[in-house]
């Protein structure tokens, strides 16, 4: 007879509760003075301070901290990260934050998407949760859609707003979904080393694909693209050669890649639906 799984809360491996609220500024992005007296704002601190801080016991023997990290690449600027020896003293550090006057310039940024995959994450069923870093990166840059909902299909992006050495012959389809390009990294060609790194596909057409990834690959690099294609949904490699490289911002690299063999009209409908 199996033992019931017994569901617990986040903990770290020294015992502490832990926390984090992800916020987003209701007026723009900040700059780092805004984010600086917003973070000493929150903690109770003078701007010039440092921003992490030893907290206030909650109890008698109650102890933890809380500290603040800003977000690069991400449609959200802030988080809080709270460790506390009691969930008491943790729901008192997440309403300490809420009641703060400097609270006000700030919105809660978690969206249903990642909410699931840090519930995946931390499921108490070991089983359930994303088997490796890449999974989880999958499960935090898909999208969800609710089951037995509608399917739409986003709308070409239109070819003037595209540099002229961007341009494709096919309409590019804007997309924001994880998964990982593949290089053989063996001397010998043919060895079988492999380097996988984590992506983000930004758009695609029948002939070429838009990716994001935090190192650069040189013009005519060839990489396989990993993509759920068929019926079954499993994922197949698709080899493409780069054909473009664009710095973005926080040190990632904007990809330009070719398609060594175009996709079929039914592949790309296939993609897009989860685009």
């Known amino acids: 007879m199996t033992s019931p799984i017994i569901a617990h809360p986040p903990e770290t491996l020294e015992g502490w509760y832990s926390l984090h609220q992800i916020f987003r500024f209701a007026n723009g992005k900040p700059d780092a003075g805004l984010l600086l007296r917003t973070v000493a704002g929150l903690s109770g601190q003078s701007a010039g301070r440092s921003t992490k801080r030893k907290s206030s016991p909650a109890t008698a023997s109650g102890s933890g901290w809380t500290c603040f990290v800003k977000l690069i690449g991400s449609t959200s600027d802030l988080m809080a990260i709270h460790f506390r020896d009691s969930l008491d003293a943790i729901g008192e550090a997440e309403q300490r934050v809420a009641k703060s006057p400097a609270a006000k310039s700030l919105v809660p940024n978690l969206s249903d998407r990642i909410d699931t995959a840090i519930r995946a994450a931390v499921h108490p069923n070991p089983d359930r949760r994303p088997p490796t870093c890449l999974d989880f990166f999958k499960l935090l840059t898909g999208r969800s859609r609710m089951k037995g909902g509608p399917v739409v299909t986003p709308a070409p992006i239109k070819s003037s707003l595209a540099s002229a ?95 060594d063999v175009p996709l079929t009209e039914e592949q790309l409908k296939v993609i897009l639906k989860d685009a």
Request: include cysteine; glycine fraction near 12%; hydrophobic fraction near 35%.
């Open 165 to 259: 050495e961007d341009r494709r012959n096919s309409a590019r389809f804007p997309l924001q979904i994880g998964t990982c390009g593949i290089i053989d990294s063996d001397v010998h060609r043919g060895g079988g080393a492999q380097d996988l790194w984590p992506l983000v596909m930004s758009d695609v057409s029948t002939t070429g694909i838009g990716v994001l990834l935090a190192r650069r690959f040189e013009p005519g690099t060839a990489l396989s693209i990993e993509l759920a294609l068929g019926k079954d949904n499993k994922p197949r490699r698709l080899p493409v050669h780069v054909v473009r490289v664009q710095q973005e911002r926080a040190g990632h690299w904007v990809h330009g890649c070719s398609f």
